[in-house]
C-alpha cells in the first residue's frame, strides 16, 4: 500500500539526452524513517531529489510522496516536503527574518504561524539575536543554518537534505549533523539525506542506497551493507560497491575526518594550555 510509505519509487527515470542521470530506480521508504543516498559525484543523487520534489520532471517510471502521486499532485508534494537544495540561493540583501518571512509567504502561511515558526527556528539554530543581520554577513555555517530554517518553515513531513553538510567546515558540520539527527530523533520525520560523505551516511542514516551512475547497486542498514559485501567497514564497502574509480570521493571524506581530528586535537591542546594558565 502506497500510504504506508513516505516515499515509492518505480522505474523513476531520467535521461538528459543521452545522459542517463537516474535508470529505473525503485524505493520504498517507510514514515520516520532517515534514508541516505550514497553515490560518487555524477551518480544521480541530485536528480533524483530534484524529480522527487517536482522541480524536474522524469523521463518515466513514477513517484509517490507522502502517498501524493508525482505527476497528478505535485502541488500537494510542495506542499509537504521541505528541500534544503545543493547550493541554495540566499538574498544576500535580506536579513535572515526578512528571507524566512518571505519563504513562509511563498507556502502561504498565516501571518501569526510564520513568525511564531521563524523564532522556534532562530532558537533552535542558535541564530536569535541575529535574525536582523543582513545575510551577506553571515558564515558560510549559518547560511546553511539558514537555509535549513526555510526547509523546515513549514514544518514539512517528509525533509530532502541534498548534500547538508559539504563545502562545511568541520565545526559547522558537526553542528548541521547535530542538528538533523535531532530532527531525527524529536520529530519523527522522513528525512533523505544525499550525500557523498560516508561519515555524515553512517551517522545519520536508518537505511542507506548506494547509486552508482544512475543505478541502485545496494540498499541496507550500515551493517547489512558492509556484511553483504563481506567488508570490514562502510568505507570498504563503499569502495568495493562503487569501484576504486571514486577514489577521490574516499578522499575528500578522510581528509574532512583528518581535520576534524587536527580541529579536536587542538581544542584538546588549547584546554590544556588554558588549564595550566589557570593553575
Ligand atoms: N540539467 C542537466 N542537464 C544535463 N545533464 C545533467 C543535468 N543535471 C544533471 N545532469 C547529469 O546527470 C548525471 C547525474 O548528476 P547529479 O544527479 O547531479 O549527480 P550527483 O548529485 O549524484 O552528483 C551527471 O552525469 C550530470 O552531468
Ligand atoms: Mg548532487
Given at each position: 500500500?502506497?500510504e504506508?510509505?513516505?516515499?515509492?519509487?518505480?522505474?523513476?527515470t531520467?535521461?538528459?539526452?543521452?545522459?542517463?542521470?537516474?535508470?529505473?530506480l525503485n524505493l520504498?521508504?517507510p514514515?520516520?524513517?532517515?534514508y541516505?543516498?550514497?553515490?560518487?559525484?555524477?551518480?544521480?543523487k541530485?536528480t533524483?531529489?530534484r524529480?522527487?520534489?517536482a522541480?524536474?520532471?522524469?523521463?518515466s517510471?513514477?513517484?509517490?510522496v507522502g502517498?501524493?502521486?508525482?505527476l497528478?499532485?505535485?502541488?500537494?508534494?510542495?506542499?509537504i516536503?521541505?528541500?534544503?537544495?545543493?547550493?541554495?540561493?540566499?538574498?544576500?540583501k535580506?536579513?535572515?527574518?526578512?528571507?524566512?518571512e518571505?519563504?513562509?509567504?511563498?507556502y502561504?502561511?498565516?501571518?501569526?504561524?510564520?513568525?511564531?515558526?521563524?523564532?522556534?527556528?532562530?532558537?533552535?539554530?542558535?541564530?536569535l539575536g541575529?535574525?536582523?543581520?543582513?545575510?551577506?554577513?553571515?558564515?558560510?555555517?549559518?547560511?546553511?543554518?539558514?537555509?535549513?530554517c526555510?526547509?523546515?518553515?513549514?514544518?514539512?513531513?517528509?525533509?530532502f537534505?541534498?548534500?547538508?553538510?559539504?563545502n562545511?567546515?568541520?565545526?559547522?558540520a558537526?553542528?548541521?549533523?547535530?542538528?538533523?539527527?535531532?530532527?531525527?530523533?524529536k520529530?519523527?520525520?522522513?528525512?533523505?539525506?544525499?550525500?557523498?560523505?560516508?561519515?555524515?551516511?553512517?551517522?545519520l542514516?536508518d537505511?542507506?542506497g548506494?547509486?552508482?551512475?544512475?543505478?541502485l547497486?545496494?540498499?541496507?542498514t550500515?551493517?547489512?551493507?558492509?556484511?553483504?559485501?563481506?567488508?570490514?567497514?562502510?568505507?570498504?564497502?563503499?569502495?568495493k560497491?562503487?569501484?576504486?574509480?571514486?577514489?577521490?570521493?574516499?578522499?575528500?571524506?578522510?581528509?574532512e575526518?583528518s581535520i576534524?581530528?587536527?580541529?579536536?586535537k587542538?581544542?584538546?591542546?588549547?584546554?590544556?594550555?588554558?588549564?595550566?594558565?589557570?593553575?
Open positions: 500500500m502506497t504506508s510509505y513516505a516515499i515509492v519509487t518505480n522505474d523513476l531520467k535521461n538528459f539526452g543521452s545522459v542517463h542521470a537516474v535508470s529505473n520504498k521508504i514514515f520516520g524513517k532517515t541516505g543516498l550514497l553515490g560518487p559525484n555524477g551518480a544521480g541530485t533524483t531529489v524529480m522527487l520534489n522541480i524536474i520532471s522524469k523521463t517510471g513514477n513517484a509517490s502517498g501524493y502521486d508525482l497528478t499532485q505535485n502541488e500537494d508534494i510542495r506542499r516536503c521541505g528541500f534544503l537544495p545543493e547550493s541554495p540561493g540566499l538574498y544576500s535580506l536579513t535572515a527574518k526578512e528571507f524566512l518571505f519563504i513562509g509567504e511563498l502561504y502561511l498565516p501571518k501569526d504561524t510564520i513568525s511564531e515558526r521563524i523564532n522556534e527556528l532562530l532558537e533552535l539554530f542558535d541564530l541575529r535574525e536582523n543581520d543582513l545575510l551577506e554577513g553571515y558564515s558560510r555555517g549559518m547560511k546553511q543554518k539558514v537555509c535549513l526555510a526547509a523546515l518553515i513549514q514544518d514539512p513531513e517528509i525533509i537534505l541534498d548534500e547538508p553538510t559539504s562545511l567546515d568541520p565545526a559547522a558537526r553542528m548541521v549533523k547535530n542538528l538533523i539527527s535531532e530532527l531525527a530523533k520529530a519523527d520525520k522522513t528525512i533523505f539525506i544525499c550525500t557523498h560523505l560516508l561519515d555524515s551516511a553512517e551517522e542514516c537505511v542507506i548506494i547509486i552508482v551512475e544512475g543505478k547497486e545496494i540498499e541496507g550500515p551493517q547489512e551493507i558492509i556484511e553483504s559485501v563481506g567488508a570490514e567497514n562502510l568505507e570498504e564497502a563503499y569502495l560497491i562503487t569501484g576504486a574509480t571514486h577514489i577521490e570521493d574516499l578522499l575528500a571524506w578522510r581528509e575526518n576534524e581530528r587536527e580541529s579536536k587542538k581544542k584538546q591542546k588549547n584546554k590544556k594550555k588554558k588549564y595550566r594558565k589557570t593553575r
